[in-house]
């Protein structure tokens, strides 16, 4: 079986050390408050700081000196002063974004600066540059250690390694100022979705929406202080997570209501309000230092930045690309709303000469259903979240040969809904890897979309020992409601699997080299 807490030795209990700084295995999620990160990130910059200097000092001695240097003397030493890093705040980043609050907020921004000050000065420091174009002059590398080096290395020329005097500084800054940017712009998404909400207490204004989607919104009145609410006599609450606006413009019959939900969903923090705070300017302040940055590194714009590190060769590949998809779609799209408006005519609906953006998921559900019979809400029964799961686990038994089992209670989680798996060979039921599942959509307090995170690596202790890869698996789909268990839409079911893709890739990996 996957390591127990104890087991991986990162799940030490709080009275041993601190919690934020235990560096390696399971996080005690609990034991992390916003007080320890405003305490104990500043404790762990520092000593990283004093190991920092002291690696470049071994290593200018030795270049000094013309001494041949080792991977081992280089990577292995480096490796662990980024991993304490990566781990420490890479917790902390993961609970601002499951467990979101203004404490935690405040806390993350306000050691954020530094963090990125000190990962400017690693990824700019002359001597480890010198030190790995020497390693990478080495005979004798397999092929992961050439990865590596070429990786690290163009790495550090896009941190401005290559950067000196006033012009490094103005890097350094603006680097902040983007870290801190974009941080303000999801928290600013989060708020204007968790503030946007409407109450319907007409039966008219839920006329189309089933039962399901009718019952979630009488829990979010109810949650709301509503405690009469049901989904037959209401009060229901809409809101912007995607649970309740996806399915409210696939079915309301209220197109007045659609556009005024689509709206307030396209127009989240984007500067309208009468505040006239939003991320429009944030926006702007973002171009405008990425295009200063990319003449700083002596590229023509960001573009050419963010294809430095990726498979495409130029802007122009990636715009022939662009094309090649934009000629193949554009014709099947014009087809597709010839035949939304065909559907809306038929049935005598206004909006047919006029389709928008808020009609689109309405009629094409209804075209699904006077083409092929097919009601999506009358899938939902056949995806509920534990069947969806026993088919994925038996999907990747089949492809991949491992067995998934639950293993709730052997983790420290952040949110009661978190669940925990191990994976294991299925062969001989060696352990492989693990990963927590965060399932449901929690407006209040967890960003919205699906992602996949890393929360340990696969790698080897300075000791031999393996440390097995564990994965954070986040989406926002149907959370339960009453006794009914998360019935899933289609396209949620497909999120679901698409992470797990992304999740397979982190777990399965053989690779021992980070």
């Keep these: 079986m996957i390591q127990t807490p104890s087991a991986v030795g990162s799940a030490t209990p709080p009275g041993d050390g601190p919690a934020l700084l235990a560096g390696e295995g399971l996080p005690v999620f609990e034991a992390i408050t916003p007080e320890q990160v405003r305490q104990h990130i500043p404790v762990l910059l520092t000593a990283l700081n004093a190991e920092l200097g002291a690696i470049e000092t071994d290593l200018a001695n030795a270049l000094a000196t013309e001494r041949p240097l080792s991977w081992q003397e280089v990577m292995d030493p480096l490796h662990r002063l980024g991993e304490r890093l990566r781990w420490s705040w890479g917790v902390v980043s993961h609970l601002n974004g499951v467990c979101n609050s203004t404490e935690l907020r405040e806390a993350h921004a306000s050691q954020q600066a530094a963090v990125v000050a000190f990962g400017n000065r690693a990824g700019q420091s002359t001597v480890i540059y010198r030190a790995l174009q020497q390693l990478q002059a080495l005979s004798g590398l397999d092929a992961t250690q050439r990865r590596i080096l070429a990786a690290e290395l163009r790495d550090m020329e896009l941190r401005g390694v290559g950067l000196a005097g006033e012009s490094r500084e103005a890097f350094n800054t603006a680097s902040q100022e983007l870290a801190e940017l974009s941080t303000r712009f999801g928290n600013q998404v989060l708020d204007a979705t968790n503030a946007w909400t409407l109450k319907l207490s007409d039966p008219a204004e839920v006329e189309g929406l089933p039962e399901s989607l009718r019952a979630l919104l009488a829990e979010a009145a109810r949650q709301k202080g509503e405690e009469g609410a049901s989904a037959e006599a209401g009060p ?98 014009q087809r597709e709303l010839d035949e939304l408006r065909s559907c809306a005519a038929r049935a005598g609906a206004r909006e047919a000469d006029d389709l928008r953006p808020w009609d689109v998921s309405f009629w094409a559900e209804r075209l699904r259903q006077e083409r092929f019979d097919l009601d999506s809400e009358a899938l939902r029964p056949w995806f509920p979240l534990p069947q969806v799961l026993e088919g994925l686990f038996g999907l990747c038994d089949r492809l991949f ?25 299925s062969a001989d039921g060696r352990p492989l890897a693990a990963f927590y599942l965060d399932p449901y959509s929690r407006p209040g307090s967890k960003r919205g979309g699906a992602w996949m995170d890393e929360c340990l690596v696969r790698q080897r202790r300075p000791d031999g020992s393996p440390v097995l890869p564990v994965a954070y698996l986040v989406c926002n789909q149907s959370p339960p409601v009453g006794d009914t268990p998360s019935l899933m839409t289609f396209a949620e079911v497909e999120t679901l699997f698409h992470e797990f893709g992304h999740g397979l890739h982190h777990m399965l990996t053989t690779v021992e080299r980070p």
């Excluded at 923090?269 to 705070?277: F, K, L, N, Q, R």
């Excluded at 293993?407 to 009661?416: M, N, V």
């Excluded at 809904?417 to 060979?425: K, P």
Aim: net charge neutral; aromatic share 10%; no cysteine.
């Design 236 to 333: 229901w609450l809409l809101g912007l997570d995607f649970p309740r606006y996806g399915p409210f413009l696939q079915y309301s019959l209220r197109r007045d209501l659609r556009e005024r939900l689509y709206r307030a969903h396209v127009s989240r923090a984007s500067g309208v309000g009468e505040d006239g705070t939003g991320n429009g300017p944030l926006i702007e302040r973002i171009l405008t230092l990425r295009q200063e940055q990319a003449r700083r590194l002596g590229y023509a714009n960001w573009a050419e930045v963010s294809l430095a590190s990726k498979m495409a060769g130029s802007e122009a590949e990636v715009e022939r690309l662009l094309e090649d998809l934009r000629q193949a779609a554009y014709p099947a799209a």
């Design 401 to 425: 040969g491992i067995t998934i089992v639950a293993a709730d209670g052997e983790a420290p989680l952040w949110h009661p809904d978190v669940r925990f798996f191990r994976v294991n060979d």
